[in-house]
């Protein structure tokens, strides 16, 4: 999440053009945010990877959105793009809490994934 943050800041336009058409940089690097939750959440053996997913695909789908309709609003395709993350962070803080919560209960959790061999 921190480096999908990083790599929109750095390839955001200039703030007067910013999201006034599709922001390639930003749906690139959404794309391959996407791919890399869809790559944990098929390994995940929790429930919170794949709701993370299922909210950034919300995310990409709003590039999609200002493709098929260009004259979107400029503040609500901003809306659509970055809001998505607030509801993203707070299930990794739910998962952490949760994963603290099992460590502190039993002092073991077991692995996040069907394939690691950790215990």
């Known amino acids: 999440m921190l480096c999908g943050v ?11 053009v910013r999201y ?5 940089p930003t749906l690139i690097v959404d ?3 996407l791919i890399a939750f869809l790559a944990i ?3 995940a053996d929790r ?7 299922s909210i950034h695909a919300l995310t990409v789908g709003a590039h999609a959105v200002k493709v098929v ?3 979107l609003i400029r503040t609500v ?3 659509m793009t970055n809001l998505w993350v607030y509801p993203q962070l707070a299930l990794l803080a739910a998962g952490t809490l949760r994963h603290r919560a099992r460590l502190a209960g039993s002092g073991a959790d077991r692995s ?3 394939f690691s061999t950790r215990s």
């Open 6 to 16: 990083l790599a929109t800041r750095m390839t955001n336009s200039a703030l007067p």
């Open 20 to 24: 006034r058409s599709l922001e390639w």
């Open 31 to 33: 794309a391959v945010v």
């Open 41 to 43: 959440s098929v390994k």
């Open 47 to 53: 429930r919170w990877p794949m709701a993370v997913t």
């Open 69 to 71: 309709s260009p004259e």
């Open 77 to 79: 395709y901003w809306m």
């Open 112 to 114: 996040w994934s069907r």
